[in-house]
Structures are given as C-alpha cells and as structure tokens.
C-alpha cells in the first residue's frame, strides 16, 4: 500500500495502517497541509489520488500481524483445490509472478510457502469505510470511489 506522508494525511493514516506498512515519500510532500485548500492568486485546489494497492492483503496483514513480509493470496475459499482465482497478492507473492485474475491452483504452485486465505469482503468493506471515513472527514474534501470497493 503506497501512501503520501502528507501531514495533512500522515496521522489518521498511521494509526488506521498501524506499523505493517510504511509509507513512501513522494512529490506531493511539498504541498503540506494544504489539501482542500485554496491559495495564491489563481485559488489552487489540490487533487489527491489514493490508490490502496494490494489492499485486501494489507487489510489481512492488519488482522494478522504475523503474516507481515510473508507471501499471502488471498482467493475463493482459501482452497487451491477449488476452482477460483486470485483476488489479490502481497508484494512478497508477486514476486513470483501471482497475480489478479490467476487460477488459485497455478498461483499456489508458483509459491508452495504461501498463506493462502479465503476472501472477506465484509472486512475489507469495513477497513475502505475506514479509510474513506478518514478522507471524508477532511475539511472541504470531495471523495469520489472508482475500482473495486465501488462494487461492495
């Protein structure tokens, strides 16, 4: 999970991720603070985009502390015997070319020491409402949802 350490953003989202995740810096440091705001003569308006990649293994990882810098998959039942395909890979499992979409059976083949656990879509809902919970608690903010959590 890629996140700006905006302070603005970095608090609420330290104590939602907790220590299993750390954040990366990126060009929007600069603007600290400022999100939601306008300034200067031209009334600048900042633009956030939140993308929570592997977010469902990140939300497993919050369960389950010890998985942490493990390679998860998480797909159907959590059987690799069962036909059903990879919702989502850690890092650690895309390493070795796992990936969305993927039969579980091949993905548990690529990688015999994952943990491979059945989807939870009432707790991955729980923790996106978290999250937008906290962007839509910032003054001003407008928070609009594409992609997958669209369709819990």
């Not at 690529?110 to 409402?129: G, R, T, W």
Request: charged residues 20%.
């Amino acid at each position: 999970m890629i996140m700006s350490t905006l302070g603005y953003w970095n608090g609420p989202f330290r104590r939602w991720l907790g220590p299993a995740q750390r954040p990366t810096r990126g060009k929007a440091d600069a603007c600290q603070g400022c999100l939601g705001q306008t300034s200067g003569v031209n009334g600048i308006r900042w633009i956030l985009h939140v993308d929570l990649d592997q977010f469902i293994a990140a939300v497993e990882v919050l369960r389950r502390p010890e998985l942490a810098g493990r390679p998860i998959i998480v797909g159907g039942r959590g059987d690799p015997m069962e036909r059903a395909v990879v919702s989502t890979a850690s890092y650690e499992a895309r390493a070795f070319g796992v990936g969305s979409g993927m039969p579980l059976r091949i993905a548990a083949r690529k990688v015999p020491d994952a943990v491979i656990l059945p989807v939870d879509q009432e707790a991955y809902l729980a923790a996106s409402e978290t999250v937008m919970d906290v962007l839509r608690a910032q003054p001003g903010a407008t928070v609009q949802v594409l992609g997958w959590m669209k369709r819990l």
